[in-house]
C-alpha cells in the first residue's frame, strides 16, 4: 500500500484506547493523519495517544463516551482545536453481550443498542455537522463504522450484537445517501471485520464455552477458522489497512459501502 496517502489529514477514532481503535488510529497515523483518541477508557487512551505522537504527527485524547451527545459536541470541538480541522471520523467504539435468545436480558440489548446504534448515529450526525461546508471544520470528509461479519452470517449465541451491526450497516447507506445527495463533500462506509482475538473476540471465545456451543476456547476459535476461507482469524491491522483505504483518495468513488474485512467468512 501507497504511505503518507492521509498526509495533511485530521482523524478522530472511537474507541481506540485499545484494539482495533488503537490499530487504526496507528495505521491513520503511519498514512500520515494527524488523530485524536475517543474513548472512556482514560488512562488507556492516554497511553494510546503518546504512542501515536512518536510516528511523528499530532495526537491527544478526549474523554468521549459515544452515548452521552455533549460528550460529542466536546469531542468534535477537542479534535478541530487540537487537530487543526476534522475531516476523518472512525465511529469503532462498540460493545458484544453474547446471550442465546432465549437467554436475553433485556438490558443487555439496551447497552448494545445504546452504544452500537445510537453511538454510531451520533458520530455520524457530529462529523456531517462539522464537516459539511460552513460546518465548523468544513472542508468534506470521510466517515468510516465499524459494523462486523455479524451483519452478515448468521452466527450463534449474538443475535442482539449482530442486529446493532446490521442496523450500522443501515446506517452508513442512508448517511451516505444523504451526505451526497445534500452535498456535503463526505463519504461513508463500513467494515465487517471477522473475528479478531482482541479483548472482545476473546470473550466471545469464553462466552461460546459457556453458552455450550463449544466445549472449550480452542475449539470455538477452531470453529470459526473453519468457516473462515483464508483459514485464520483476522488480526488488528487487517481492519486499520482497510480503514486507511477506505479514508483514502484512493477511494474517492466509494460511499454506503460495506467493506467485509473476514477472510472469505461472509461470502
Ligand atoms: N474483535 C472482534 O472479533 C470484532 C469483530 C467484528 C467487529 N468488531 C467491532 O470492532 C470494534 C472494536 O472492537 P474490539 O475488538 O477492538 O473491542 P475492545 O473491547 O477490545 O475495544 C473496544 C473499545 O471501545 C471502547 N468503548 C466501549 N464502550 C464505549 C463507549 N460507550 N464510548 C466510547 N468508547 C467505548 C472500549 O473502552 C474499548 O477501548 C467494535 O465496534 C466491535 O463491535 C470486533
Redesign the pocket.
Known amino acids: 500500500m501507497q504511505t503518507k496517502t492521509l498526509e495533511g489529514r485530521k482523524a478522530l477514532v472511537?474507541?481506540?484506547?485499545?484494539?482495533?481503535?488503537?490499530?487504526i488510529a496507528e495505521a491513520l497515523a503511519k498514512a500520515g493523519a494527524s488523530v485524536m483518541i475517543?474513548?472512556?477508557?482514560e488512562d488507556?487512551?492516554r497511553k494510546t495517544a503518546a504512542h501515536i505522537e512518536t510516528f511523528g504527527v499530532s495526537s491527544g485524547f478526549t474523554k468521549?463516551?459515544?452515548?452521552?451527545e455533549s460528550q460529542w459536541e466536546s469531542a468534535v470541538s477537542a479534535t478541530i482545536s487540537a487537530l487543526g480541522g476534522f475531516d476523518i471520523l472512525i465511529?469503532?467504539?462498540?460493545?458484544?453481550i453474547t446471550s442465546l435468545v432465549v437467554q436475553i436480558r433485556p438490558e443487555d440489548i439496551r447497552k448494545m443498542c445504546?452504544?452500537?446504534v445510537l453511538?454510531t448515529v451520533l458520530g455520524m450526525k457530529h462529523a456531517l455537522l462539522a464537516m459539511k461546508p460552513q460546518g465548523a471544520a468544513g472542508k468534506g470528509g470521510a466517515i468510516v463504522n465499524?459494523?462486523?461479519?455479524?451483519a452478515t452470517i448468521a452466527f450463534p449465541a449474538i443475535a442482539g450484537?449482530s442486529a446493532t451491526?446490521s442496523a450500522?450497516d443501515r446506517l452508513t447507506r442512508i448517511g451516505a445517501m444523504e451526505a451526497g445527495k445534500l452535498g456535503y463533500g463526505v463519504r461513508v462506509n463500513c467494515i465487517?471485520?471477522?473475528?479478531?482475538?482482541?479483548?472482545?473476540?476473546m470473550?466471545?471465545a469464553n462466552d461460546m464455552v459457556a453458552t455450550g456451543l463449544a466445549p472449550d476456547v480452542n475449539a470455538a476459535v477452531a470453529g470459526v477458522i473453519d468457516q473462515t476461507p483464508l483459514g485464520h482469524?483476522?488480526e488488528?491491522t487487517d481492519?486499520a489497512d482497510a480503514a486507511v483505504f477506505l479514508c483514502s483518495n484512493q477511494a474517492r468513488f466509494i460511499t454506503g459501502i460495506g467493506l467485509p474485512v473476514d477472510g472469505g467468512m461472509g461470502m
Do not use: C, F, H, W
Not at 38 to 41: A, T
Not at 64 to 68: G, N, P, R
Not at 192 to 201: E, K
Open positions: 472511537t474507541g481506540a484506547a485499545r484494539g482495533i481503535g488503537a490499530s475517543g474513548d472512556i477508557l488507556e487512551g468521549l463516551d459515544v452515548t452521552d465511529n469503532n467504539a462498540g460493545i458484544e445504546d452504544v452500537n453511538g465499524i459494523s462486523s461479519v455479524a450484537y451491526k450500522v465487517y471485520p471477522g473475528l479478531i482475538p482482541t479483548t472482545m473476540g470473550q466471545l482469524l483476522a488488528v481492519i
